[in-house]
């Protein structure tokens, strides 16, 4: 029997989400056409013998989220619980507090994913290697290759090149330590709670030492990366599978369109219904488009490549959509046109609107480059990347938002660049 934890974290954390984690929690964001926590639900279903589905966060229980869990277990047949921390308790402080709920039922072993990635999700694979490499109470990270700069923004491993054991790890080193990342998807055996428990242990005994304080000295709080897995590397417990498939951060909004971008790409071997076409009396499709049966579509409007139209959307003639996430609710009038953004539920783009953004993808001529998680402003300025309208903002006809950030009941009354509209 096997077992899936996802840790969604909560409302404090995916402030780079912003605006759009206002509305909706960052996890159940749209990706693609479904919420981003859709993606790794489905991955783990397929897996044979999952039983259970555990979420790990500290959201507040809320209608939203309990829908989406009652739907996901309609579908995918298979039990979906949320665990609620009673803090931010961290990768390992999470999974260890809620450890009598993953090892119920004598599970032989259980995948840990981080809801903010996005991942071909190769769990299969992982268990097919975990039994070839070590001993039969191994652990399993799942690795990729980022170029040498971009490495250095993620955990580093490094590995015995025959064995695949992991002989160092390092979280987000200031040089070069190796590029081989960590993807923030691991394969356990319940052995893991015995090295969580006795850093848990270290950090109560530290405490009785120390003045009382928040943060990660609580000693709860445990980092799978930093406290366990540094710990755990060079000892014969700890193997890293690289895969070769696609895998991206979804930190920011600009993350959120790449991360569109590769689910609709997979969507021809695992979901081409979801892939529209060019019909006639449709609109005109280039490349991998998702379009929500509820939209409403001018013919005459051109969408595509990597565009989501979520549901009750309606599109005007002549209207181009490239490169673009539009949101549940959204009108867009005759003859606008909406590059590299994200248009909010229920806003309205005018006629003969410009909404555009600049992209944030990888480097197209490096096969190892990784998006960057910009931060919002740099030297004093707002960052170039996507325009996100929030929601329920109108954009009026003829205006020109570029690279700009759009406030709920904020309606920009002229052309903006490089501006947050407060």
């Not at 969507?267 to 219904?273: F, G, I, R």
């Amino acid at each position: 029997m096997l077992k899936a934890v996802i840790l969604i974290g909560g409302p404090q954390k995916g402030t780079r989400f912003r605006p759009l984690s206002f509305e909706v929690p960052k996890p159940l964001f749209p990706v693609a056409g479904v919420p981003m926590l859709q993606h790794h639900i489905e991955a783990c279903a397929k897996v044979p013998n999952m039983k259970e589905i555990l979420l790990i966060g500290f959201y507040q229980p809320n209608e939203e989220l309990t829908r989406f869990l009652t739907n996901a277990q309609q579908e995918f047949k298979v039990s979906i619980r949320y665990l609620q921390e009673y803090a931010a308790l961290g990768t390992g402080g999470g999974i260890y507090h809620f450890r009598d709920q993953i090892v119920s039922g004598s599970p032989e072993a259980f995948f840990v994913l981080n809801a903010d990635v996005c991942s071909a999700f190769p769990l299969s694979e992982m268990l097919s290697f975990q039994k070839e490499h070590g001993e039969p109470n191994s652990f399993v990270i799942l690795g990729t290759t980022a170029n040498r700069k971009q490495s250095l923004n993620y955990g580093c491993i490094v590995e015995n090149e025959k064995t695949n054991e992991v002989l160092h790890y390092v979280e987000k080193p200031s040089t070069f330590v190796s590029d081989i990342i960590n993807c923030g998807i691991y394969l356990f055996k319940p052995d893991i709670f015995q090295h969580i428990g006795a850093f848990f242990q270290k950090n109560q005994q530290d405490m009785l030492l120390e003045e009382p304080t928040n943060g990660w000295h609580r000693a709860e709080a445990i980092r799978l990366e930093q406290d366990i897995f540094t710990a755990l590397a060079g000892q014969g417990k700890l193997y890293v599978y690289k895969t070769l498939s696609f895998w991206s951060q979804i930190k920011s909004a600009g993350s959120a369109i790449y991360a569109s971008r590769l689910y609709l790409n997979q969507y021809h071997t695992t979901h081409p219904e979801r892939l529209a076409s060019n019909k006639d009396g449709g609109p005109k499709i280039r490349g991998n488009v998702y379009i929500h049966p509820t939209a409403n579509i001018d013919p005459t409007a051109m969408l595509g490549p990597n565009v989501s139209i979520g549901t009750g959307v309606t599109i005007g003639a002549g209207v181009r959509v490239r490169e673009s996430i539009i949101l549940h609710g959204v009108t867009l009038q005759d003859h606008c046109c909406v590059l590299n953004s994200i248009v909010g539920w229920d806003s309205t783009v005018g006629k003969w609107a410009r909404v555009e953004g600049t992209p944030s993808d990888p480097n197209p001529n490096d096969p190892f480059a990784k998006i960057d998680s910009e931060t919002l402003f740099r030297d004093g300025e707002l960052t170039p990347s996507i325009t996100i309208l929030g929601c329920n903002v109108t954009i009026p006809s003829e205006v020109i938002i570029l690279n700009s950030i759009v406030l709920p009941h904020k309606d920009p009354n002229r052309s903006f660049k490089n501006q947050i509209i407060l």
